[in-house]
T-cell receptor, first 112, second 115 residues
Framework: SQQGEEDPQALSIQEGENATMNCSYKTSINNLQWYRQNSGRGLVHLILIRSNEREKHSGRLRVTLDTSKKSSSLLITASRAADTASYFCATDAIGSNYQLIWGAGTKLIIKP | DGGITQSPKYLFRKEGQNVTLSCEQN?????MYWYRQDPGQGLRLIYY???????QKGDIAEGYSVSREKKESFPLTVTSAQKNPTAFYLC??????????????FGPGTRLLVL
């Protein structure tokens, strides 16, 4: 079952600009994670935000969580060509029996 | 180097054939997972294992089988019953079963194609 939905599905920006991706989910969660996937590769964990947190930073990444709206955003500041990848959110819905539920991802392209 | 390895990188399956995808981890993680990824879609859970000699079906287990005889290894067999096996298969692990909802560490994936 797919709980998370990212938007936009695809995003193309110039190098140096900021990129914002959003994730919406349907049921109550314990935490929400963001992962990156380079083309044809495995996923890499970026950041985890718990349901009692509203904002979290890691380097050029900023994640926000609004549990009242059941949504999260991932902001990448000062984008670089190496940020070109697909970005996925994953939630651990309460009662999901240890499973992560994944969105379909946002494909980000950084133009040099 | 610590991490998760998957082999082969590409795998071709003939009609009616069973094929096995390998997943090995040296992270000493208890929990391991198999996901299927189709183009433009998120990950769907096939099977997961929280401890050696135990595994549970995920959302799309039909046509697949697994074993967990060793902590380090969680091979996935795609059987002939899986009628649409062409996909990218990802193996992951996490520190312990209760941490399944925490960070998962992924292998590089195996792309399965049908001849």
């Amino acid at each position: 079952s797919q709980q998370g939905e990212e938007d936009p599905q695809a995003l193309s920006i110039q190098e140096g600009e900021n990129a914002t991706m959003n994730c919406s989910y349907k049921t109550s969660i314990n935490n929400l994670q963001w992962y990156r996937q380079n083309s044809g590769r495995g996923l890499v964990h970026l950041i985890l935000i718990r349901s009692n947190e509203r904002e979290k930073h890691s380097g050029r990444l900023r994640v926000t969580l609004d549990t009242s709206k059941k949504s999260s955003s991932l902001l990448i500041t000062a984008s670089r060509a190496a940020d070109t990848a697909s970005y996925f959110c994953a939630t651990d819905a309460i009662g999901s029996n240890y499973q992560l539920i994944w969105g379909a991802g946002t494909k980000l392209i950084i133009k040099p | 180097d610590g991490g998760i390895t998957q082999s082969p990188k590409y795998l071709f399956r003939k009609e009616g054939q069973n094929v096995t995808l390998s997943c090995e981890q040296n992270l000493n993680h208890d929990a391991m997972y198999w996901y299927r990824q189709d183009p433009g879609q998120g990950l769907r859970l096939i099977y997961y294992s929280q401890i050696v000699n135990d595994f549970q079906k995920g959302d799309i287990a039909e046509g697949y089988s697994v074993s967990r005889e060793k902590k380090e290894s969680f091979p996935l067999t795609v059987t002939s019953a899986q009628k649409n096996p062409t996909a990218f298969y990802l193996c992951a692990s996490s520190i312990d079963p209760s941490a399944a909802q925490e960070t998962q560490y992924f292998g590089p994936g195996t792309r399965l194609l049908v001849l």
